[in-house]
Every structure is written in structure tokens, then in C-alpha cells.
């Protein structure tokens, strides 16, 4: 493996594959891993430093497979243990690290632990496992008012194996993923030993799903409901950002640095997926005892106006450096709207709409949002610390806006009778040859989901090596970001310039840029001697810097 340097997670670039969606090798419409290791080669010539893998376990798949029934196995329709294997010895060979998803909130209904659960009596050790408890009111009502993430209550009541009506119990999402009780020792000790089995098959980390909410506050006590729903889904919340939830981190760190034997460039790492508000409490993630990484999705969620980029920013680096961590960057992923396509719309102060669009919503304006996108692209990849890409943003491609309500597959859109249309467009299968079926996303005749007529041309094969295109931009900025060590820079905000332009210097070890963004309309001048190393837009010589354009100037 290549190596890049002492903690390498420090700066890394990892990439995020959906499995169902990257690429599909049988023809069944969903993708596989074999499909992803066939396709490694984009990434290594993209030139990120790892990928991250959606899961892809033992799975119904009533979530898209975050409902996992084996935590120890590859589900049949992405293949299988030695699939998998496969995989990571071809990405190892790539110099691309693997990380992938461990889901520790909650379990499928289906996991064998959670049948043995229903028939087992109320008060029995397999209940334990889980959360469990009587209703109120004779039992005929939910134990407390705590909504599901994806709409309706999040207590669903059982039949006792006698067949009386029962217990309930709980599931911040999906019914179909019962939620695990880690004040119970087996639980622990069984995530540990999940870590171990990913870890001895070589993996380089995980995501950690849901990682704000594996606690839950002593006596499950009711959620203020007078509480907006943005504040309610932070440390307020019973459910949410429980102070317990920092020694499991503690004991997982103290786990995966066992496996880190050979020197810092063998970190098996950590990243949570953790929403969590004001921003200093998801710092304490990231102690130097616990995770390596969290998601920065304030950052994410941050409008394109420019105060607002240069508060957010200052204030993550800021609360990165308390705790010595880096900051981890990120504008898309499977559960948002494509940033191409967010920023399509007019810009407000204030948290970014993340949900799904449908026909009957607004559009965007979707050249200007890839406009947007690539210039915000460009100013995430010149800041310190790592970044997560979501699959597909390097082509650009925007949110699937118009899908049928028929082909929709997010439990959110049931749970909410389609009040809220759900995560599917951003999920739509990458498209990789123009003018084929399913855009060669596989050999079969469609995807699993259908595929914007856009993305034709969008395919990776009509952007590879074409000067100018987002693929091309994506690789120009790594490479460079790459080079210079950007990533282990320092950021100094310059003075000089209009309140709408983002101005800031990188200086790194080695060498440093300056990072002008317009985010105004009102073209900048750019200095007469400037030597431009990468630019959101094609550009002449001397040109002056447009509306949503970034470049980066040798300092
Ligand atoms: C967060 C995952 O990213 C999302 O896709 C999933 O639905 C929930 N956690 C529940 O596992």
C-alpha cells in the first residue's frame, strides 16, 4: 500500500460507494461487489485515498440494507465473503484503503437476536438486547411520545408469543429496525467482536451509523415536544448525544489501535455519523481518546452565501483545533439532496433544505447549482483536514428531481404517507458509458432505480480526459491538494477583498495557494501575475474571477 504519511486519516480524501448503486456486474439492475471492484480504477485515477462502503450485510433491505440481519456476512445480491475479499486486495493493490459501515443503533427485525426477542417472555435476557418495555395506560399506548426519524411513533407494540398484545418496542426508525439496548453488557461485547471480524479481514475502518444515539437518557423520558424538530435532534434530545455514548468510543479507539501495530500508517480508523449541535459537542467525538473522524454536517448544510461559509468554517477549525482533531468535510451523501442540485436553489441563511424533491416541488436551476457545486467543491478540497465525496459528484450529477412516486424505495416516503419524498434521488445508479442501457451502470437493461435522462451525458466515459469537465476538475483539484499537502495546511483568511468573496491562504509544507470563491455577482479582478493551479471553470489567462467561481492561485 502507498503510504501517505503519519495518520494518514488526517487529510485523507475517501470516497463513498453506495454498493446498490456504483455498479452493477450480473444484470439484476442493483449493484454488487464485484461490480465496485471492477470499477476501483476510477478511484485510483481520480486519486482519493480510500473508499467508504455503504452496507452491504445479511440484509431485507427495508433500509437499503442500514436493517442488518448478519453483521458478519455479505448479503446475496452484493455477493459474498470472498467478493469482499476480493474487493479489498484490489483496492489494498490500488493504494485505496476500504472503511465500511457498522450499524450499532439497531438491527433488523430479522437478525436472529431480535426473533429470539419475540419469542422470548417479556423480562427474559433475548428481550434485553433490545428496548423493550409495557405501554401506558394498560399498555395500550407507546411507553413514551418519541417520533420515528422516518415519520410515525418510534414504539411498535408486539404480540406476546401467547398471542396477547404486548410489550413495545423501540425504533428511532424504520419498524423494521428495533433498536439495541447498550446499557447491556452482550450488546457491547458483541459490536467488539463485529469490529474484530471486519478488522482481521483487513479493513481500514468504519463509519459508525448513528452514533449520537446508541445511549439513551436513563427512564426513556419524553421528548419536549415544544421543541423545534432541527433543536430536537440535538444534545436536548433524550435519544440523542447522551454524555454515555464516549466510553463505547473510548473502548472502540482503544480496540481498532490494537490493529494499528505496524505505525501510524496502519490506523484502522473511526468516523461517526453523528448529528449533532452547537458544533462543540460534536468535537468531543473526536478526542484524542475516541473517534478519528466526524462528519462536519454543519459544514454540509451551511447556504452558499459567503458569511455564512466563513463562520462555519472558522468556527470547525476552530473547535477541531481544542481537541487536536481534523476536521472532516463533506457536502453530499445517500441520505441528502445532491449539493449540485441544493445549490440550484436560491440561498437562504440558515440550515440548507436537505430533503427529497419530487416533480411537484420547485426546481432548481441545475446549471447554476453544478456551477455552485464546482466552485464549492473547489473551496472543500483547498481547506485542512479530510473530505468524504459522495459518489457521482464527480460528474456532477444532480438530484433525480422527477422520480414516479411508485419507484420510490425510502421507508420515509411510506412512513409519511409521501409528505416527505424520501432519500431515493440521490441514490440513483452512477452512470458510466453515455448512450448504453442503465448508462452501463451494468449489463442488464435498467437499475433499480431509473436514471435521470441527464446522466447520459454526464457518464463517466464523456467526461474522462475532456479539459473542463467536472470529472476533470475533481482530479486537477486532487492532484494538487495532493502535492502541496493541503490537507496538513494552515488557513489564514486575507483581507482586501469584497464581503463576497471567500479569500483565505492554504500553507502547507509543501507549498501554499490562495483561494478566492466569488459568491457575489459582481465579477473580481484577479492579480496580473497570478499563476492559477486549479479553477471551477474553464478560464483565459488574466480573466477575472465570475459569479460561484473559485480558483486557486499559487501564493
Ligand atoms: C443513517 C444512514 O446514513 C441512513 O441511510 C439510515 O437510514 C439511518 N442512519 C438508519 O440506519
Redesign the pocket.
Known amino acids: 500500500m502507498a503510504s501517505s504519511g503519519e495518520q494518514w486519516w488526517r487529510d485523507a480524501v475517501i470516497y463513498q460507494i453506495y454498493p446498490r448503486s456504483w455498479a452493477d456486474s450480473n444484470g439484476d439492475g442493483i449493484g454488487d461487489l464485484p461490480g465496485i471492484t471492477a470499477r476501483l480504477p476510477h478511484l485510483a485515477e481520480l486519486g482519493v485515498d480510500a473508499l467508504w462502503l455503504?452496507p452491504f450485510y445479511t440484509s431485507p433491505q427495508h433500509?437499503?440494507g442500514?436493517?442488518v440481519a448478519d453483521y458478519r456476512a455479505v448479503d446475496p445480491i452484493f455477493g459474498d465473503l470472498t467478493a469482499f475479499d476480493e474487493l479489498t486486495t484490489r483496492a489494498h493493490t490500488l493504494g485505496l484503503r476500504v472503511i465500511v459501515?457498522v450499524?450499532p443503533?439497531?438491527s433488523s427485525n430479522e437478525h436472529p437476536w431480535f426473533r429470539a426477542a419475540l419469542a422470548s417472555a417479556p423480562g427474559s435476557p433475548e428481550r434485553a438486547r433490545y428496548l423493550f418495555r409495557d405501554g401506558r395506560d394498560n399498555g395500550e399506548l407507546p411507553p413514551n411520545n418519541w417520533r420515528s426519524?422516518?415519520g410515525g411513533p418510534a414504539w411498535t407494540r408486539v404480540t406476546e408469543p401467547d398471542g396477547t398484545p404486548g410489550q413495545w418496542y423501540l425504533h428511532?426508525?424504520?419498524t423494521t429496525?428495533p433498536d439495541f439496548d447498550w446499557t447491556n453488557q452482550e450488546v457491547r461485547d458483541e459490536f467488539e467482536d463485529v469490529l474484530r471480524f471486519w478488522l482481521d479481514r483487513e479493513v481500514d475502518g468504519f463509519r459508525i451509523?448513528?452514533a449520537h444515539g446508541l445511549v439513551k437518557a436513563p427512564g426513556l423520558p419524553h421528548v419536549d415536544l415544544d421543541l423545534d424538530p432541527s433543536v430536537a435532534a440535538t444534545a436536548l434530545s433524550p435519544m440523542w448525544d447522551q454524555p454515555g455514548v464516549h466510553e463505547i468510543y473510548r473502548s472502540w479507539r482503544t480496540l481498532v489501535d490494537e490493529y494499528a501495530v505496524d505505525g501510524d500508517d496502519a490506523d484502522r480508523i473511526l468516523c461517526a455519523?453523528a448529528w449533532v449541535l452547537p458544533s462543540d459537542a460534536l468535537a468531543q467525538y473526536v478526542r484524542e481518546d475516541e473517534l478519528h473522524q466526524s462528519f462536519n454536517f454543519e459544514y454540509l448544510m451551511t447556504p452558499w452565501l459567503a458569511a455564512d461559509q466563513r463562520a462555519t468554517v472558522t468556527r470547525s477549525l476552530a473547535q477541531a483545533e481544542t481537541v487536536g482533531a481534523p476536521q472532516t468535510w463533506v457536502l453530499s451523501?445517500?441520505?441528502v439532496v445532491r449539493h449540485a442540485t441544493r445549490l440550484g436553489y436560491p440561498q437562504v441563511s440558515g440550515p440548507q433544505r436537505i430533503e427529497g424533491i419530487s416533480a411537484d416541488d420547485p426546481q432548481p436551476d441545475a446549471m447554476l447549482g453544478l456551477r455552485r457545486a464546482r466552485a464549492a467543491t473547489a473551496v472543500m478540497l483547498a481547506l485542512p483536514g479530510s473530505a468524504y465525496l459522495f459518489q457521482g459528484e464527480e460528474l456532477g450529477l444532480p438530484e433525480a428531481t422527477q422520480l414516479p412516486d411508485d419507484v420510490r424505495q425510502?421507508?420515509?416516503f411510506a412512513r409519511t404517507d409521501g409528505t416527505s419524498k424520501g432519500?431515493d434521488g440521490c441514490r440513483v445508479p452512477v452512470p458510466w458509458e453515455g448512450g448504453v442501457p442503465s448508462y452501463g451502470f451494468g449489463p442488464g437493461d435498467s437499475a433499480w432505480l431509473p436514471q435521470p435522462v441527464e446522466y447520459g451525458v454526464l457518464a463517466a466515459d464523456r467526461q474522462r480526459g475532456v479539459v473542463g469537465s467536472t470529472l476533470d476538475l475533481y482530479s486537477t483539484l486532487l492532484s494538487v491538494r495532493r502535492r502541496l499537502r493541503l490537507g496538513r495546511g494552515t488557513v489564514t483568511w486575507l483581507d482586501g477583498y469584497p464581503d463576497d468573496v471567500l479569500a483565505f491562504s492554504v500553507t502547507a509544507t509543501n507549498g501554499s495557494v490562495t483561494v478566492l470563491a466569488n459568491l457575489g455577482d459582481v465579477p473580481v479582478p484577479l492579480p496580473a501575475d497570478a499563476v492559477v493551479l486549479a479553477s471551477s471553470q474553464p478560464r483565459e489567462t488574466g480573466a477575472v474571477l465570475g459569479s460561484d467561481e473559485t480558483v486557486w492561485l499559487r501564493a
Open positions: 455503504s433500509d437499503a442500514y436493517d459501515d450499524v443503533n439497531h426519524q422516518f428511532l426508525f424504520d429496525q451509523d448513528v455519523e451523501n445517500h441520505d425510502d421507508p420515509t432519500r
